[in-house]
């Protein structure tokens, strides 16, 4: 019969301490021990295929380290897996499993989702929605550790995380400048919710910062999908003074400018260039040229939410943040310089 390992067998043959084996495995105590003995004791305990007894740990902390992440329709979309995969991989680095339950805009069944996590008596929950909203908590997560993620909530006791709408949409709009843009157009969402009015502050903002005047004519909204944008732009692209950029609020409307230049005869990026937002890549690698978009960080807003969830739960608790994350540009193919 094998021998079980545990702590002592690891202290033994690392030639440390019980308690700076205790300490070194300790994600909430490793900082005690210096970096060269963490990594020492590590190699040993893997190497002696050491598994802590994250049960009598849960216990001893009064913790089951189990999160929940409730959703309404992320894991429907083609953001979820990055959502998702930072929550659960910065819940693993703590050793904590992350249950995910979706309840398809349900509110009845999210209530009970809910209360079923409770009695799985999670430490805490991630709230999530599968865009930047606001919302309004559901009263069975008072009293419980909770992090909203690409949401934001009217109780400021609550911390979040979201995507800098504004300054995502100020490095879309500079992209366009850099290579000689000054007539830039946008269209936006008809949505009212927070990127619509965040994106539009960064457009304007941009321009203003080059001295620019954006046209009226130039800005303009409509659905926020392919059909949307294609009926959209095919106005905006038909105007005599065209802006030889243009700003999407989302992939899909730039899918659908794309369908409208060239139903206009309007070539990409030598007629008009085009910058789109979320690098949907289904749609951004798909388009020719390649789409030129800012990327929403969902995994590190997945990551951020459990990181800080944990942070409150294993305390001390520190004021609440509303945190807001930068969002890169992907430079493909669809910008370039204004036609002569």
């Known amino acids: 019969m094998a021998t079980k390992i545990g702590i002592r067998e690891v202290a033994k043959a690392a030639g440390v301490s019980v308690t700076t084996v205790s300490h070194a495995l300790n994600d909430a105590t490793s900082a005690r021990v210096n970096q060269q003995t963490q990594q020492h004791v590590r190699a040993v305990a893997r190497e002696l295929g050491y598994a802590p007894n994250r049960l009598a740990s849960g216990l ?4 089951s380290q189990i999160l929940g992440l409730v ?19 910065a819940a693993y680095e703590r050793g904590y499993v992350l249950m995910v339950v979706n309840s398809g805009l349900d509110s009845e069944l999210e209530k009970r989702e809910i209360r079923i996590l409770q009695q799985h008596q999670v430490d805490g929950i991630v709230y999530a929605k599968m865009y930047h909203q606001g919302v309004m908590l559901p009263e069975e997560l008072d009293g419980l550790p909770t992090v909203l993620l690409d949401a934001v909530s009217t109780d400021a006791s609550v911390s979040s995380v979201v995507p800098d709408e504004t300054a995502a949409a100020e490095a879309a709009v500079e992209t366009l400048i850099n290579a000689g843009h000054t007539r830039i157009g946008m269209i936006n969402n008809v949505d009212d919710i927070p990127a619509t009015h965040g994106r539009l502050a960064g457009f304007q903002n941009a321009l203003r910062r080059h001295g620019l005047t954006p046209d009226p004519r130039h800005i303009t909204a409509g659905v926020a999908d392919t059909a949307g944008g294609r009926e959209t732009a095919m106005d905006l692209l038909a ?10 609020f989302s992939d899909r409307v730039a899918m659908g400018v794309y369908q409208a230049a060239s139903a206009l005869g309007l070539r990409i990026p030598e007629d008009v260039s085009i910058v789109g937002m979320d690098n949907l890549e289904l749609i951004a690698d798909a388009l020719w040229p390649g789409l030129t978009t800012v990327a929403l960080p969902h995994y590190e807003m997945g990551r951020w939410a459990v990181v800080r969830l944990l942070n409150d739960i294993e305390g001390p608790v520190s004021p609440a943040v509303q945190e807001k994350l930068d969002c890169p540009v992907v430079h493909r193919g669809s910008v370039g310089p204004p036609p002569l």
Do not use: V
Not at 60 to 63: E, F, G, I, M
Not at 74 to 89: L, S
Not at 239 to 248: E, I, K, Q
């Open 60 to 63: 001893r902390n009064q913790r």
């Open 71 to 89: 959703s309404d329709e992320i894991t429907t979309t083609p953001f979820a897996g990055a959502m998702i995969r930072g929550a659960q991989d």
């Open 239 to 248: 105007l005599r003074d065209r802006p030889s950029g243009l700003f999407c």
